[in-house]
């Protein structure tokens, strides 16, 4: 595609509930990453896939948090019993390779959480 | 480690100059610039490699002193597209891949 894309736009569901987000990367990137923005902040890593290597998870805040990405290419963030801190932007990018690659990010996904 | 940016916010008047800084207490291998409008999702705008030199796009330009881990962002002659918020990404010379680590932000508002 033309660009990263992120579904849904907004999500809105209550506390306890889980979520996915899913992201749809740039044709022909072999590197996928998750990031975090909470209002006014800046953006938190949270995972990044390379190709077929394991994934860097060091930035998920918690074992709620989880993410796989299918065939090298589409991803899932899933969030497991949501609570009201997890309400943020999550921003998908991905770039070509895994060496210093631009980053492109999609319009990402408002999460709140009630 | 999180980059340090500063100012965390600037105001300016179209034509003026600005200057953001991105400073890391990490040895750095490369610095990425983005800017963010509200609402939108972040923009590339340049990236610096170590030991390479100072990259520039029209009127915004960069650049990226390797002893002190620092990389500033140039802007001359501010346009009102100019306003948005500002991010360093810093990748330090051990992380794994192209992971980012990113600054808080600078907020620039460039009024007419």
């Known amino acids: 595609g033309a660009g990263v894309s992120q579904s849904p736009s907004n999500k809105v569901t209550e506390k306890g509930k889980d979520v996915e987000l899913r992201c749809d990367p740039i044709?022909?990137?072999?590197?996928l990453y998750w990031y975090r923005q909470s209002l006014g902040q800046g953006l938190e890593f949270l995972i990044y896939?390379?190709?077929?290597?394991?994934?860097?998870k060091s930035g998920l805040p918690s074992d709620r948090f989880s993410a796989e990405r299918t065939g090298g290419s589409v991803s899932t963030l899933t969030i497991q019993r949501t609570q009201q801190e997890d309400s943020a932007v999550y921003l998908c990018a991905s770039s070509r390779d895994s060496a210093m690659g631009t980053q492109y990010f999609g319009p990402g996904t408002r999460l709140l959480v009630l | 480690q999180q980059p340090v940016q500063s100012p965390q916010a600037v105001i300016l008047r179209e034509g003026e100059d600005a200057v953001i800084n991105c400073s890391s207490s990490k040895a750095l291998y490369s610095v990425h610039w983005y800017r963010q409008k509200h609402g939108e999702a972040p923009v590339f705008l340049m990236i610096l490699l170590k030991g390479g030199e100072q990259k520039g796009h029209e009127k915004i330009s960069a650049s990226f002193n390797e002893k002190k881990q620092q990389s500033s962002l140039y802007l001359t002659a501010s346009q009102l597209s100019y306003s948005g918020t500002y991010f360093c990404?810093?990748?330090?010379?051990?992380?794994?891949?192209?992971?980012?680590?990113f600054g808080e932000g600078t907020q620039l508002t460039v009024n007419p």
């Open positions: 044709s022909g990137h072999t590197a």
């Open positions: 990404g810093t990748q330090g010379q051990e992380t794994s891949g192209s992971r980012l680590t």
């Open positions: 896939f390379q190709g077929n290597s394991a994934p860097d």
